[in-house]
């Protein structure tokens, strides 16, 4: 059985705390590089930001890796304190980016600590959860029009797309609940897209 929750979907909130202003966004990667992404999109998204600090925590309890980042704040005040919040919120598989805009007021070590505390802890309250499910690799071949609908049914039946290729056609990969696999093939062969299984698992 899954030992592990993970986000269902992203989720974002704001906090102000003596006029700094905490942005903190929670998205679900399963890899330093699907992490590394987010950062990047969340930095490009706020370049006029103070610091953007985050932590992430991925796969089983038992087996679990993680990584962090104090962006210029001082040492053990910003990422520390939200893998912390991860971690006691018993969530994997799980990216939490904090950006702050400084706002005049030094907030000391300790304050700073219960501020990014904070926003991790809000944006994670309000994070739908599903068990961790493991995932099946597959490719798709579709047309350019047939994007969107394929986005739309991965987002009701828990699958992500991982990568894209647009040469004459869109060739995606995607990455699918193994519950999933029959309702995808199913899917793919009514909007007459040609599908195939990777030997590969998430």
Known sequence: MPDYEVPAAGSETELVIKKSRFIARVRRVTSRAEAMEQIH????????????CWAYLLGATASSSAAMNDDGEPSGTAGRPILNVIQHKKISDTLVMVVRYFGGIKLGAGGLTR?????????????????????QLWRLWLGFSQE???????????????????????????????????????????????????????
């Not at 999109?41 to 953007?52: D, K, S």
């Not at 609908?149 to 004459?168: F, N, P």
């Open 41 to 52: 999109l969340f930095h490009a998204e706020f370049p006029q930001a103070r610091h953007l």
């Open 115 to 135: 501020a990014y505390s904070g926003a991790a802890e809000a944006v994670l309250v309000q994070c739908p959860r599903v068990l961790y499910e493991p995932m």
């Open 148 to 202: 969107a609908g394929v986005r739309h049914w991965l987002e009701l039946h828990g699958g992500r797309i991982v990568a894209l290729d647009y040469g004459s056609e869109v060739v995606a990969q995607l990455a699918v609940p193994q519950s999933q696999r029959e309702r995808l093939a199913a899917y793919a062969g009514s909007m007459f897209m040609r599908l195939e299984e990777s030997t590969e698992s998430l």
